[in-house]
């Protein structure tokens, strides 16, 4: 059996959200598409590519606590 753990709305700077946004295509969207789902992994990739040091770290326990998708 698989589990897929989602962190939802992850303390990340409002910069660092709209990068992710601009950057990385949603995994799922809500029906309303008020919230999106990104690949923990790519944002990590993404934020260490641009230097985003302070967001990196909070990414970084959540992939160490598991967490597979973040989503806001």
Avoid: C, G, W
Avoid at 1 to 27: C, D, F, G, H, W
Avoid at 45 to 60: F, G, K, V
């Amino acid at each position: 059996m698989s589990r897929i753990i989602i962190e939802y709305n992850p303390q990340l700077s409002v910069i660092t959200q709209k990068l992710i946004e601009a950057n990385i295509t949603p995994s799922m969207s809500s029906n309303d598409e008020s919230s999106h789902q990104y690949d923990i992994d790519m944002v990590a990739e993404l934020l260490e590519e641009n230097n985003r040091i302070d967001d990196l770290t909070i990414i970084n326990q959540y992939r160490e606590d598991n967490v597979n998708y973040i989503e806001f």
